[in-house]
């Protein structure tokens, strides 16, 4: 009996030893101090098997406090406190650290600069949907100062410095970011074939040579107008720049110009890309109004660009594609553009579009490319109101940008080698698959002819106010009464009825041709500015300069007759359809078309 006895005082002795024993001190790492955004805190212990509970509200911790399974997640700033427990074992000494957590230094995107426009200045901060708060005086922001969402935009159109603050939950206000805005007049350079690279460019009497000379030195919201002419030309646009061209060389105003009359052309020699854009956000880069050829390997590159294309036709570059876009964070908007003959693709978005919104492709004519006309990759964006016909490939979009699949509207995609490219996007119900009827294709005529299913198939939303010729979008192009947007880059004039009041024309130096506009009941042809009206291939004018009111057909409306010199018409001997286009007082456009006979002289 004593044998056992004396077990039983050595295992209670051993015990009470193990129950004395204390679990290992604890450390940190890191151990406390201050820090931009979430740390991970690992909590060491030398005790084998010991379980590790934490509090971050400066309670002691327990047993039934959290547990640590490896590393704890800092997001706010706190005090730490651990503690170990083991079986057999009294708890660790508490460890405490005081964590400082402070919300990460936003970012402001364009971080200042020199500016001839107003800018819309991105704030963001790596830390989602917090506040930032800033200032446009100088002064420090606090949380009493202006504030937006994280992401969002502020409208800088004055000098200052902007100083904006991030405040994430149960962390300290953020470092303080500051940019500078500096603010002058646009600057317009002007660009000639006859010019000197020596002058100044800021008129046209003094107007430089070639288009990459004008473009030194210029800053976002400048802009550099090009006159009629070929220029052999490799262009680096600067950022936030506007590049125009269909100048006859004497216009005060932009809007003065006719790029159809006045064809200003960018010829790449089949050795460059024409025009190469760089990264921008707060101001758009700006291409319209060219006639690009011979790019190699593209017509426009853009590379992150904030970039509108417009009013622009691209027809026989060599390379891989017409126009490549890279990520962008702003919309990219790609309008009223006819792309045609060219060797690969003609529209290439390689990437996802990586920001607020995606792009938006609408009103082009592509035509005759020899790949897809058009190639999202692996990007996502808007495509309506697009004439999409005769290419190698119609559509693609391979889907897989955070944004989804492209989303199609209103489209004419026909006779292409593939219309919809596996596995997106699919067909729109409001899409057509008709041939679109140009009015001379042969010939490069890509205009909608008079029975075109594409006239007035579109959608207003989102489209141009006007065309690639400058003519006014919408219009009523089926006389329905109602003026929708034509599908592709060309909006068909309103038809008229006019009447050559006699078809019989013999074809002499002061013969005079007597056309008339004819009124209908939901056309008044007392609407027409006389000045505007046009006649024959000759493009005659009325010999009187006016329009003379009279009911041409008796049938109680008052039509507009005209006068019109046979000599200046264009008439030719034999059997043909003579044309009359104008606009109206209101600025949009009709065309009419009656048959004669031209008799010799």
Not at 486 to 497: C, K, L, N, T
Request: charged letters at 15%.
């Amino acid at each position: 009996m004593k044998w056992r006895l004396g077990i039983i005082i050595f295992f209670l002795f051993i015990a009470s030893l193990a129950s004395a024993e204390q679990v290992a001190t604890l450390t940190f790492s890191p151990d406390g101090g201050e820090y931009t955004g979430t740390i991970f805190v690992k909590v060491f212990c030398a005790t084998p098997l010991a379980k590790i509970f934490y509090t971050t509200d400066g309670s002691e911790p327990t047993e039934s406090s959290w547990r640590d399974w490896g590393s704890i997640t800092v997001q706010t700033s706190c005090t730490l406190k651990a503690k170990a427990f083991a079986v057999g074992m009294s708890p660790s000494e508490t460890k405490s650290a005081e964590f400082t957590i402070i919300t990460p230094t936003p970012t402001i995107s364009p971080n200042g600069g020199l500016y001839a426009e107003p800018q819309r200045v991105r704030l963001y901060s790596e830390s989602i949907s917090i506040p930032i708060y800033y200032t446009l005086d100088g002064q420090d922001p606090t949380i009493a100062s202006l504030s937006i969402a994280n992401g969002k935009r502020v409208l800088i159109d004055h000098t200052c410095t902007l100083k904006a603050a991030a405040l994430r939950q149960g962390c300290e206000l953020s470092n303080v970011a500051s940019a500078d805005f500096v603010f002058r007049t646009p600057v317009i350079m002007h660009v000639r074939g006859d010019g000197d690279n020596a002058n100044d460019g800021l008129v046209w009497a003094s107007a430089k040579k070639t288009v990459q000379n004008a473009l030194f030195g210029l800053i976002p919201g400048d802009e550099v107008w090009v006159a009629a002419g070929r220029y052999l030309s490799v262009v680096n646009l600067p950022i936030g720049a506007k590049l125009f061209g269909g100048f006859a060389g004497n216009e005060t105003e932009c809007v003065q110009r006719n790029p159809r009359a006045n064809r200003t052309i960018l010829d790449g020699s089949g050795r460059y890309s024409i025009i190469t854009c760089g990264p921008s956000e707060g101001s758009a880069t700006v291409i319209d109004g060219l006639v690009l050829q011979n790019g190699t390997p593209n017509a426009v590159y853009c590379d992150r660009s904030f970039v509108t294309i417009r009013n622009c036709i691209m027809a026989g570059n060599e390379g891989t594609a017409c126009i490549e876009l890279s990520p962008c964070t702003r919309p990219c908007v790609i309008e009223n553009n006819l792309m045609v003959g060219n060797q690969a693709d003609g529209i290439v978005t390689r990437y996802p579009s990586g920001g607020e919104v995606s792009r938006t492709i609408s009103n082009n004519t592509l035509v005759f490319n020899s790949g897809m006309a058009v190639n999202l990759g692996c990007g996502s964006g808007t495509i309506r109101n697009n004439l999409v016909a005769f290419n190698g490939g119609g559509v693609y979009s391979g889907g897989c940008s955070s944004s989804g699949p492209a989303t199609m509207s209103r489209n004419c995609v026909f006779g292409n080698g593939q219309d919809y490219a596996y596995p997106f996007p699919s067909p729109h119900p409001t899409d057509i698959n008709v041939d679109p009827l140009f009015q001379d294709m042969a010939n490069g005529d890509y205009r909608l002819r008079w029975d075109s299913p594409c006239i007035d198939a579109g959608t207003n939303e989102g489209a141009p106010t006007t065309d690639l010729e400058g003519s006014i979008r919408p219009m009523d192009g089926n006389r329905d009464g109602i003026a929708i947007t034509d599908i592709g880059a060309y909006e068909s004039p309103m038809p008229v009825q006019i009447d050559i009041l006699h078809d019989a024309i013999h074809l002499q130096p002061n013969k005079l041709v007597h056309v008339a506009i004819l009124s209908d009941p939901v056309f008044n042809a007392l609407n027409v500015d006389p000045a505007t009206v046009f006649f024959g291939l000759g493009n005659a004018q009325e010999i009187h300069g006016k329009g003379h009111p009279q009911d041409i057909n008796s049938d109680g409306l008052t039509d507009l007759l005209f006068h019109f010199s046979c000599a200046e018409s264009g008439i030719v001997p034999g059997y043909q359809t003579v044309t009359l286009s104008g606009k109206l007082m209101s600025g949009e456009d009709f065309i009419g078309w009656d048959r004669l006979t031209g008799i010799s002289k």
